[in-house]
C-alpha cells in the first residue's frame, strides 16, 4: 500500500525558515515528479513546487527566492525548505507523487506564520 508521510510543519514566526519531508513508501512504480500543494482555509487547493526525475524544478511565483525544494532519490524523499516565512504562506502543504500513471497525496503538514 502506497504511503505519502510527511513532516516539519508547524508554527513559525514571520521571516523564519520551516523545512518540510514527504517520504514515499509502499512500491511506487517509476517515481516522476514530486511537488508540494497547499490549501489555505477556505481557498483552492494551489501548486507550490515541483521537482522531475531529472531535477529540473518550477515554482509558483509568490514562493520564488524563498523556496527550495530537492529530492533523495535513493530515499524516495521529496523536501521543501521554506526560508522568507510570510502570514500568507499559512496552509496545510500536500505532498504530491506522480507515479507511472497516478498521483498519490499526502494527507497533509499544517504551516502557521503567525506573529
Known amino acids: 500500500q502506497v504511503q505519502l508521510v510527511e513532516s516539519g510543519g508547524g508554527l513559525v514566526q514571520p521571516g523564519g525558515s520551516l523545512r518540510l519531508s514527504c517520504a514515499a513508501s509502499?512500491?511506487?512504480?517509476?517515481?516522476?515528479?514530486m511537488g508540494w500543494y497547499r490549501q489555505a482555509p477556505g481557498k483552492q487547493r494551489e501548486f507550490v513546487a515541483a521537482?522531475?526525475?531529472?531535477?529540473?524544478?518550477n515554482y509558483r511565483d509568490s514562493v520564488k527566492g524563498r523556496f527550495t525544494i530537492s529530492r533523495d532519490n535513493a530515499k524516495n524523499t521529496v523536501y521543501l525548505q521554506m526560508n522568507s516565512l510570510k502570514p500568507e504562506d499559512t496552509a496545510v502543504y500536500y505532498c504530491?507523487?506522480?507515479?507511472?500513471?497516478?498521483?498519490?497525496w499526502g494527507k497533509g503538514t499544517q504551516v502557521t506564520v503567525s506573529s
Open positions: 509502499g512500491g511506487i512504480f517509476s517515481i516522476n515528479a
Open positions: 504530491n507523487v506522480v507515479g507511472g500513471p497516478i498521483a498519490y
Open positions: 521537482i522531475s526525475s531529472g531535477g529540473g524544478t
